[in-house]
């Protein structure tokens, strides 16, 4: 087995460059083709490639690293044209969902814009079964085989032909087990139309793209990716967010701890990059159970501890469900430790958890 690939030098230009004021210089930015090639795989799995090498670019060419330079510049590129394409089907998968009585809200893909996932992802409320009638009828789109999670987060991804990305559709609940239907209320009603890169698409309103991006990175994944400080320190910065209306929707799903926690993170990491975080009011600030000071970088993200930090968070949702007596979805949530230990397993046997995470 090959060693592990220590790929925090990487990290830490990618984070200087994309979070460090203009004009303050980055660290080391001398690099070979094969360095640039081997940072550009970390910028596409933290998905900030077009907000990162960009200035780097310059910085490159300034430093007269013309073989360098142009890596870049390709890279740059190549994703441009990624981004082009897929927003193009999306929006036409959109509108033809609207058309045909499925409305959809784009969630957590354009969140990165100017960068974009690496699925598109979508919500919906409408029946399952005419929304897979109608991506089979008019994209001609297959279904990929369903994990267990995905049948208990009531979702379908679909391969559409033309299409390299994955379409991601939740239909009717988010979180790993389905078990969250409040923020889905909230998802669909405060939607609202977003231009992106030529195109008019239905989006989720800032405090459910933070609540959506905690439920995944805080209670999923237990890791956060560059491109979720960016995204969410953005939406801080330019002031858009209600945090009296993100805290009750965050009470009302059992989700508050685990967003002041995924905010503070979020602020730390900023201000160790620019000198100071994002606007925090100090009430969310002491709802926070800890900071950046337990993230660690491991495996091209920041990993959050699941023992104890994301077990008490995990432990703070199932309590609020039961407390409410909603124990249809507490019952959904306690089996995600089973679903855990299962993908666990199948990852250690086969190398893979697809066919159960």
């Not at 979020?266 to 002491?286: C, D, H, N, T």
Request: glycine share 8%; hydrophobic share 40%; net charge neutral.
């Amino acid at each position: 087995m090959e060693p592990e690939r220590d790929s925090s030098k990487e990290m830490q230009l990618l984070s200087e460059l994309v979070l460090s004021p203009a004009g303050k210089p980055v660290g080391e930015s001398v690099m070979s083709v094969a360095d640039i090639e081997t940072l550009e795989k970390l910028a596409s799995s933290n998905h900030v490639i077009m907000r990162a090498f960009p200035r780097l670019h310059e910085v490159l060419r300034a430093e007269g690293n013309v073989d360098s330079a142009e890596g870049v510049g390709s890279a740059v590129q190549r994703e441009q044209l990624r981004i082009q394409h897929a927003l193009g089907f999306l929006d036409q998968i959109c509108s033809t969902l609207r058309k045909n009585g499925c409305p959809a809200v784009v969630i957590k893909s354009l969140d990165h814009w100017p960068d974009l996932g690496s699925d598109l992802d979508l919500y919906s409320d409408a029946e399952a079964n005419e929304l897979v009638r109608v991506m089979r009828e008019s994209f001609r789109a297959q279904l990929a085989e369903r994990s267990w999670g995905d049948r208990l987060a009531n979702k379908w991804n679909f391969i559409v032909p033309g299409l390299p990305e994955l379409v991601e559709i939740h239909v009717g609940r988010l979180g790993q087990t389905g078990e969250q239907i409040a923020v889905t209320k909230s998802v669909m009603g405060r939607a609202a139309q977003r231009q992106v890169g030529g195109y008019q698409f239905l989006a989720a309103a800032p405090e459910d793209r933070i609540v959506i991006s905690t439920l995944q990175r805080m209670y999923r994944h237990f890791y956060i990716r560059l491109c979720d400080i960016v995204d969410n320190a953005r939406l801080l910065d330019e002031r858009l967010v209600d945090f009296d209306y993100l805290r009750s929707l965050g009470l009302n799903s059992g989700l508050w701890e685990g967003i002041a926690t995924y905010l503070v993170i979020i602020s730390e990491y900023v201000e160790r990059y620019r000198g100071y975080g994002v606007p925090l009011p100090a009430w969310v600030m002491k709802s926070a159970r800890f900071g950046s000071e337990q993230v660690f970088f491991r495996r091209d993200f920041l990993r959050v501890p699941i023992m104890p930090h994301s077990m008490n968070l995990y432990a703070k949702e199932l309590k609020s469900f039961l407390q409410r007596g909603d124990l249809r979805n507490g019952f959904r949530l306690s089996l995600l430790p089973c679903l855990a230990t299962a993908a666990a397993l199948e990852m250690k046997i086969t190398g893979s958890d697809k066919g159960i995470w």
